[in-house]
């Protein structure tokens, strides 16, 4: 287990910047910003080595914990370079044992501030998912609170919290919210609903073509095509 870092956030991020200023590759930059469709600036550092520049800075200094982790997180995310989001979401998962229901509002504020799929997907699916799983009182109204908003990415991010439950999914609780945002015309929302009965489909295949069978005239059509697509894929290789 890495030891805790004894200093400052600000300290912190000072180390961070040092080592991805030096690393910063302009001649990757302009086609990782094009991927994100020119939302953001990148120093053009890959995932590979973003993540070896952390995994050497715990190394080296430690892991920020409590007050001091939570500030890191936020310092992160108001910095320009996509990267900083990026890695924040890295140090979230270096520090996912530590995501106590302190961490709940800061979590929600970093899907809220700088949202795109990038983030949200990580946030929603491992920082959070983590979150709610230890704290049974959180889930059971949080989630909703999401579903009910207005907020493309609260939404997305109720639908996406369970990808990975398995078989601690919460089946029924998914269905409510799919039919929910049913109407939805935003592609975040419907994609995020198609990939959820898809992951569900892996454990829970029957039910998963009967509830889009059901509701064939409710669902959107990218919804559907996403939420069958490994079933139809298995049935072509049996």
């Not at 030891?3 to 302009?30: I, K, M, N, T, V």
């Not at 009967?210 to 049935?235: G, N, R, Y």
Request: proline letters at 3%; a positive charge.
């Amino acid at each position: 287990m890495a030891q805790a870092f004894q200093g400052s956030a600000q300290s912190y991020f000072a180390l961070l910047e040092r080592r991805l200023s030096a690393a910063a590759d302009p001649s990757q930059a302009d086609a990782m910003s094009a991927y994100m469709r020119h939302q953001f600036d990148f120093y053009g550092i890959k995932a590979p080595l973003r993540k070896s520049i952390l995994q050497e800075i715990i190394r080296e200094h430690g892991l920020p914990k409590g007050d001091v982790l939570q500030a890191v997180i936020r310092l992160c995310w108001q910095a320009p370079q996509r990267e900083w989001q990026q890695l924040a979401n890295d140090i979230l998962m270096k520090a996912k044992k530590q995501l106590t229901a302190d961490f709940m509002e800061l979590i929600e504020w970093c899907i809220l501030h700088k949202s795109w799929w990038d983030t949200v997907d990580f946030l929603a699916g491992h920082s959070m998912a983590a979150i709610l799983s230890r704290h049974p009182k959180l889930e059971r109204t949080e989630p909703d609170r999401w579903i009910a908003s207005n907020n493309i990415w609260l939404q997305r991010t109720a639908l996406l919290y369970q990808l990975f439950y398995r078989d601690q999914l919460d089946f029924e609780r998914l269905k409510d919210y799919i039919l929910l945002v049913a109407d939805s015309k935003e592609f975040f929302v419907q994609k995020a609903a198609g990939w959820a009965l898809r992951q569900a489909s892996r454990l829970r295949g029957p039910e998963v073509i009967e509830f889009v069978q059901t509701h064939d005239d409710l669902l959107p059509k990218l919804t559907k095509t996403e939420a069958l697509k490994w079933l139809e894929h298995q049935s072509k290789k049996s």
